[in-house]
């Protein structure tokens, strides 16, 4: 080749690298960068990618060339999920991606819209406090992850989609974790056309069935998406906390106003707002708790500053109390930098040919930034692998996008818009985890285990009030 293509493992003829997609499994991919370097060169079918595995070059991907990188909706069921990019996490770069992402700000993250949201955090962190002290009171186990899925949820769709799922007719507010996990599995579902576009992918995944699983796992994340809709066009609609998100789009389309506003524009703003908000959210503080029963040490020295700090006696928190608090918030930061919650950012692609560390990028070609190998860079981190909050204690790195050693909400133009909102989901959800409970692993029976993210977590716990 006339370009100085990255290195990476050799190529089979037609399916590349199809053999190794194991290897961009979070737990495998430092593998990856430890044989062929921070920039790696590979090719799933005809789908040519490189990965991203040290901060110089993230700093130049995210950075340098943020411009000439577009988001990608890779596969089938991303492009399925995201309404064929009418969405904001896979809209190509443009006037419609940025009036949606403008949008978002202003309707949904602005600071004005998060601190006036603060009192549906604070009730439902309340009525989490209180289910919790009856498990506790009756000796029986917690699910973390049916717990933290439904106080996330319930956040998420009071604030962004108007839905108050204690109410609601068409969802249960126990079933949150289990929608978000099916469509976990339409992202990961690979099809054969994904690979090798054209006529022939689509016939071989028709025959093999793979199109029919697919669009069955669809459907019902897209009836839940159509209800919230449907619910939002009733006349007469009861709205509780104020016009959200959905109702000025549905008024701007009315208007026609803006950019022309369709259904999957509709659909897709839903999906983003519930599927990037709930998960990343609850996976974050299902890892942060699981982290902590595995580290006593840690764990102790946490609740003793909560509890020195706010005194013993209240009877419920505000999000003010998160103020006061130091090492709290830095073992927030580990937890970020173990286990960022999208491993691999949203894929971009490039728009032009770029150069990145001395190697030529191809346009067209998939870039994936591997947040979870940078962070956990041996050359960068002392015992990388090691949840130790205290190794930030006199370190000024933080995880807002500037240092390209931490990102798990990505950096530049496509940095995650919820940051601040999954911030104070994730900070004011474990400081009333911690302030009013301990916790365990059950005594007699192994605790259950859920995989989650990039590894296996605690799921099945022992809760004690205070
Ligand atoms: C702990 C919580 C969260 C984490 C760790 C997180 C992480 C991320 C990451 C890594 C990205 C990709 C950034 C990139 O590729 O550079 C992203 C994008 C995004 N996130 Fe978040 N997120 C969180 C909470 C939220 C919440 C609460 C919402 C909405 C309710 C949200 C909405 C979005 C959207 C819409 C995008 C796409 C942005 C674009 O492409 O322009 N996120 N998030």
């Given at each position: 080749s006339k370009w100085n293509l990255p290195p990476g493992p050799p190529k089979l003829p037609i399916i590349g690298n199809l053999h190794q997609r194991?290897?961009?499994?979070p737990r495998n991919r430092r593998n990856l960068s430890e044989k062929y370097g921070p920039v790696v060169h590979l090719r799933f079918g005809f789908v040519p990618m490189v990965v991203i595995s040290s901060k110089e070059a993230a700093e130049d991907v995210l950075k340098t060339h943020d411009l000439e990188c577009c988001n990608r909706p890779e596969t089938a069921g991303i492009r399925m999920i995201s309404y064929n990019a009418k969405d904001?996490?896979?809209?190509?770069?443009?006037e419609e991606w940025r009036a949606m992402r403008k949008l978002s700000v202003v309707e949904l993250f602005s600071s004005k819209k998060i601190q006036s949201f603060r009192y549906v955090r604070e009730e439902e962190n309340n009525l989490l406090v209180k289910k919790l002290s009856e498990s506790a009171s009756s000796e029986s186990l917690v699910s973390l992850k049916k717990t933290l899925y439904t106080l996330v949820g319930s956040i998420v769709c009071r604030v962004g989609l108007g839905q108050n799922l204690h109410e609601c007719e068409f969802i249960d507010e126990d079933g949150i974790a289990d929608i978000v996990q099916r469509s976990e599995l339409l992202t990961r579902t690979s099809m054969f056309s994904d690979l090798f576009p054209g006529r022939i992918g689509e016939l071989i995944d028709l025959f093999t069935g793979q199109t029919k699983r697919l669009e069955n796992a669809f459907s019902e994340l897209d009836t839940f998406f159509q209800n919230v809709l449907d619910d939002h066009l009733k006349p007469g609609r009861r709205v509780q906390e104020g016009s959200d998100i959905i109702d000025v789009m549905i008024d701007m389309m009315r208007k026609q106003d803006s950019f022309k506003i369709t259904t999957d524009h509709l659909k897709g703003m839903i999906s983003d707002i519930f599927l990037a908000g709930v998960s990343t959210s609850a996976s974050t503080m299902i890892w942060a708790m699981t982290e902590l029963i595995r580290n006593p040490r840690v764990m102790k020295k946490v609740q003793d500053e909560i509890r020195t700090t706010l005194g013993d006696k209240k009877e419920s928190l505000t999000e003010e109390d998160l103020n006061q608090l130091h090492y709290f918030k830095l073992m927030v930061k580990e937890i970020f930098r173990l286990?960022?919650?999208?491993?691999?950012?949203l894929p971009r692609e490039t728009m032009s040919h770029i150069k990145i560390q001395g190697y030529d990028i191809p346009k067209k070609t998939q870039i994936l930034v591997n947040a979870y190998a940078i962070a956990r860079d041996p050359n960068v981190w002392k015992n990388p692998d090691e949840f130790d909050p205290d190794r930030f204690v006199d370190s000024s790195v933080d995880y807002r996008g500037l240092n390209f050693e931490l990102l798990p909400f990505g950096s530049g133009r496509r940095i995650c818009p919820g940051m601040a909102m999954g911030i104070v989901i994730v900070e004011f959800g474990l400081l009333n985890l911690l302030y009013f409970f301990d916790w365990g692993l059950p005594e007699k029976e192994a605790a259950k285990k859920i995989t989650t993210g990039d590894g296996v977590a605690l799921d099945l716990v022992q809760v004690v009030l205070h």
């Open positions: 194991g290897e961009l499994h904001i996490g896979f809209a190509p770069y443009g286990h960022p919650a999208a491993p691999l950012l």
